[in-house]
């Protein structure tokens, strides 16, 4: 197998820049996502690495070999796309096996390698079966077979359930998981689903304007969002931003917030007196209908239920303005809270991101021993 690794690389069509300067390595023997919005450059970085486009600047390597200027067909990589490739008009067993007799594979290995993929993809049932009589989800899971069968060092997968239906897609995602489970090649999945992202990768390379603001594993991604897109694109829905404020000087900082009883100890390298934001995700805040240590009263203006029976809370606090904000409660706690009306939350100081001015997350602690009355 080999890693996957650009170097400088940027894509420019007119003044806009798809990929900017692009430093990245996706390891051997791994999964990573490339997860963004649409127009991110996600599909564009990838279509580069594929040698389907040019880029404008910089190089690709796979391992030490520098691919730059190969066609796709000297790459050694497998491709799944949007839409199902599949050839019509022969059995599924038929679309997984004519690869490797172009590729002049011995009659016993196609056929172990065709067995293992339709037992890896649970396509048994169908393996005799036209193609063209599938539905979408099934012939994209042949588009998959074929490519893992092929064997290639490098496979590329380009939002491949975005086209199925529901059914389709919760099927799918079961198919990948297994496929990276029992795979050891360099695998570059492109995606804006963030379900899919965090189910599939071992790690997460977060676009944004063509570059990657921030890779990492994806608990530690979503838990620890380098910048505020990081906070607000993951999650659903995503981070709450409020307005606070670090108070006193550079021996003694506090946060200042309504969401706090009292201001609240900090400390950190290069920490100032100045406006602050304060990023908690919706999970994270504990809610009671009775009044509990270091909570806050809230007025709940909406509560629903939510799938696996969470409920979802719209909170206004007196002294942030108007805005509402939403936390996330078990079912157990949630079903306790009145549907409207004054409740009581607290925002764990552990749970509570802070980033400054700019938007990046600022290196700030809360040492417990030092917290101002909460």
């Keep these: 197998m080999a890693d996957v690794r650009v170097e400088n690389l940027r894509k420019t069509y007119g003044?806009?820049?798809?990929?900017?300067?692009?430093?990245?390595?996706?390891?051997?023997?791994?999964?990573?996502?490339?997860?963004?919005?649409?127009?991110?450059?996600?599909?564009?970085?990838?279509?580069?690495?594929?040698?389907?486009?040019?880029?404008?600047?910089?190089?690709?390597?796979?391992?030490?070999?520098k691919v730059t200027d190969l066609p796709p067909s000297k790459r050694e990589i497998g491709m799944v796309f949007q839409y199902p490739v599949v050839y019509k008009g022969i059995t599924v067993r038929q679309n997984i096996e004519l690869p490797l007799k172009s590729e002049k594979i011995s009659a016993p290995e196609r056929t172990r390698r065709v067995n293992e993929v339709i037992e890896m993809l649970t396509l048994g049932p169908v393996a005799d079966k036209d193609v063209s009589r599938l539905d979408n989800g099934t012939r994209q899971k042949v588009s998959v077979a074929r490519e893992v069968a092929r064997q290639p060092r490098i496979i590329l997968f380009d939002e491949p359930i975005t086209n199925v239906d529901a059914t389709a897609k919760l099927q799918l995602k079961r198919a990948f998981?297994?496929?990276?489970?029992?795979?050891?090649?360099?695998?570059v999945y492109v995606t804006h689903d963030q379900t899919?992202?965090?189910?599939?990768?071992?790690?997460?390379?977060?676009?944004?304007?063509?570059?990657?603001?921030?890779?990492?594993?994806?608990?530690?991604?979503?838990?620890?969002?380098?910048?505020?897109?990081?906070?607000?694109?993951?999650?659903?829905?995503?981070?709450?931003?409020?307005?606070?404020?670090?108070?006193?000087?550079?021996?003694?900082?506090?946060?200042?917030?309504?969401?706090?009883?009292?201001?609240?100890?900090?400390?950190?390298?290069?920490?100032?007196?100045g406006p602050v934001t304060l990023g908690i995700r919706p999970e994270q805040i504990l809610a009671n209908h009775e009044r509990f240590d270091g909570a806050i009263p809230a007025g709940l203006d909406r509560k629903s239920i939510q799938i696996g029976g969470q409920y979802l809370l719209t909170l206004r606090v007196e002294g942030l303005g108007a805005t509402p904000f939403k936390a996330k409660v078990g079912h157990e706690s949630g079903s306790r809270l009145p549907d409207t009306g004054r409740i009581w939350i607290r925002l764990p100081l552990e749970r509570v991101t802070l980033f400054g001015a700019d938007g990046v997350r600022l290196p700030a602690r809360f040492p417990a021993a030092a917290a101002v009355g909460v």
Aim: charged share 20%; with cysteine; aromatic share 10%.
């Design 196 to 273: 899919e992202a965090m189910t599939l990768a071992d790690q997460i390379a977060l676009m944004r304007d063509g570059r990657i603001v921030q890779c990492d594993a994806p608990r530690e991604l979503y838990n620890r969002p380098e910048d505020r897109f990081g906070g607000w694109f993951l999650g659903n829905p995503g981070m709450n931003f409020f307005d606070a404020e670090f108070a006193g000087d550079n021996r003694f900082l506090t946060l200042v917030s309504p969401l706090f009883p009292s201001p609240v100890a900090v400390e950190g390298a290069g920490l100032s007196a």
């Design 15 to 65: 003044s806009m820049n798809a990929v900017d300067d692009v430093n990245f390595s996706f390891p051997e023997s791994s999964v990573t996502c490339l997860l963004g919005p649409s127009g991110c450059g996600k599909t564009t970085l990838m279509r580069i690495i594929a040698g389907l486009e040019k880029p404008t600047a910089g190089d690709v390597y796979f391992g030490d070999r």
């Design 177 to 187: 998981k297994e496929v990276t489970r029992r795979l050891s090649q360099t695998i």
